[in-house]
Structures are given as C-alpha cells and as structure tokens.
C-alpha cells in the first residue's frame, strides 16, 4: 500500500495494519485487494458514490473487527502476565 512513514507509524501504533501470509502488508482483517480498495475509499469519502460508501462500511466493519480481536488479545495477554513488552 502506498501509505506515509506518518500514516504507517499511526496505523501501526493503533492495530491497523498486519502481514499477511505471503508477507503483504495489509489492512487487519483484509486481503490484499480489500485494504487496496479500503485505502482508496478510506482517501475519497467525500466524493465517493453511494455503492462505494456502502462497500467502504463492509470493508470498515470487517477491519475494525479484526482490529478490535488484536487489541482484545493483547490485552487478555498482558492480564495472564505472559506480555512481551
């Protein structure tokens, strides 16, 4: 994805971005296709039409739900006291 050193850094920092299994860097929860599009949606929402809207919320849902598992896994594990941080 064609992402700034300042857009990566706070995706990361908020869970956003994984690898995926071929080693792509994408959207949690997306394939490569889905965090293209979702990345080029996420850009126009303000001139998007109303199917591109609608495919941004399904793409949205998809990711934060993903994003949301990451941090709920983070947390359960700094909790049980096994953290790596």
Do not use: C, P, W
Not at 15 to 29: H, I, K, Q, W
Request: hydrophobic share 35%; glycine share 6%; aromatic share 6%.
């Amino acid at each position: 994805m064609n992402l700034t050193e300042g857009e990566r850094a706070y995706l990361i920092e908020m869970r956003a971005l994984s690898t995926d299994a071929a080693g792509n860097e994408v959207f949690a929860g997306l394939t490569v296709e889905e965090s293209k599009e979702f990345h080029r949606l996420s850009i126009r929402r303000d001139s998007t039409s109303y199917e591109e809207g609608d495919r941004y919320i399904q793409l949205s849902d998809k990711h934060e739900t993903a994003r949301i598992q990451v941090i709920a896994a983070e947390a359960a594990k700094r909790h049980s006291g096994t953290a790596t941080h």
